[in-house]
């Protein structure tokens, strides 16, 4: 369980970049849930982290919904269209 402030995850993307890197998913999952919990649904980063795990977790359908939500919400996400081609190239 984490105690934060509700809206940090709107802003501060350090900590799933930072659990993401030593194979933390659960954590960043976990941030993932209370972010979307908190209204946080808007937030093209949240999904991108949820991708990141799931492809990193072989879940590629997954992956690829989350990516594309973040795709959905803001076009211009470069680093959601790389990692969506990859799974593409990857398929």
């Given at each position: ?62 992956a690829r919904a ?26």
């Open positions: 369980q984490f105690h934060l402030p509700w809206r940090m995850m709107w802003y501060q993307f350090g900590p799933y970049e930072a659990y993401f890197n030593v194979g933390r998913y659960s954590d960043v999952i976990a941030l993932v849930n209370a972010n979307l919990n908190n209204g946080g649904t808007y937030v093209e980063e949240t999904h991108f982290w949820q991708g990141q795990v799931y492809a990193a977790q072989g879940k590629i359908s997954e989350s990516f594309n939500r973040v795709i959905q919400a803001n076009p211009l996400y470069t680093d959601a269209q790389e990692a969506l081609a990859a799974l593409d190239a990857s398929s």
